[in-house]
């Protein structure tokens, strides 16, 4: 159990267009996502908190109108990467809590977005 | 914000030896886990471990919550062991983690 899935794995695209990325909770539903940006040979920097039904909190620095996130159901949240440029470019990871019993955090396999 | 420091950066291994990763944070959390990030980017979830010890095959680790710090153990390594381990901690009671720099462990055959 516990599975997160992301899609697209992988996503090309020209500066200036937009980009949606996907993650689902399959097996169990998830109140709180969490949206983690990795740069290469570094660390998962969070980007933002996403809960169910309300606005996303993002943290310091990262602009919520560049990446609009949208939590719509209990097992999926969205990531919209708005007029993209390269210096988005990066591995973009989703997580969802499981709130019975811990707050366990499961990680979703990642996209690897590349502007061009 | 918290601090979280792991170590040591990089770890070399013969297949079948012995390893021990360590996870410093500078304030109390509520929660703590340990994650290894394979070659392809996929974080797996290895133990949820606020306090204690808990073993999961050849892995095993504790948490000394008290003083602030916990151990992965990883017994007879593998060459399918390399990858990223990370730890992450949460202090509040949201779920937000915040990761430590990770450890890239490398076993050769």
């Known amino acids: 159990g516990a599975v997160v899935s992301q899609h697209p794995s992988w996503v090309i695209c020209k500066s200036g267009t937009s980009v949606k990325i996907e993650c689902r909770s399959l097996?169990?539903?998830?109140?709180?996502m969490f949206w983690y940006r990795q740069f290469p040979k570094q660390s998962l920097m969070l980007m933002a908190t996403?809960?169910?039904?309300?606005?996303?909190?993002?943290e310091q620095g990262v602009e919520k109108d560049k990446f609009l996130i949208n939590h719509a159901s209990l097992t999926l949240s969205t990531l919209t990467v708005t007029s993209a440029h390269p210096e988005d470019s990066s591995f973009y990871i989703c997580?969802?809590?499981?709130?019975?019993?811990?707050?366990?955090?499961?990680f979703g396999p990642g996209t690897r977005l590349t502007v061009t | 914000g918290i601090q979280v420091e792991q170590s040591p950066p990089d770890l070399i291994l013969q297949e079948g030896a012995n390893s021990t990763l360590r996870c410093n944070f500078s304030?109390?959390?509520?929660?703590l886990q340990w994650f290894h990030q394979n070659p392809w980017g996929q974080l797996i979830n290895l133990f949820y471990i606020p306090s204690g010890t808990k073993q999961n095959g050849r892995l095993s680790a504790t948490t000394v919550a008290t003083e602030r710090y916990s151990l992965l153990y990883i017994s007879s390594s593998q060459t399918t062991d390399s990858g990223v381990y990370f730890c992450?901690?949460?202090?509040?009671?949201?779920?937000?983690?915040?990761f430590g720099q990770g450890t890239i462990l490398t076993v050769h055959p």
């Open positions: 997580s969802a809590a499981r709130h019975d019993p811990s707050y366990e955090q499961y």
């Open positions: 097996d169990f539903q998830a109140t709180t």
């Open positions: 992450a901690v949460e202090q509040s009671s949201y779920g937000k983690l915040t």
């Open positions: 304030d109390s959390v509520n929660n």
């Open positions: 996403s809960n169910e039904g309300s606005k996303a909190t993002y």
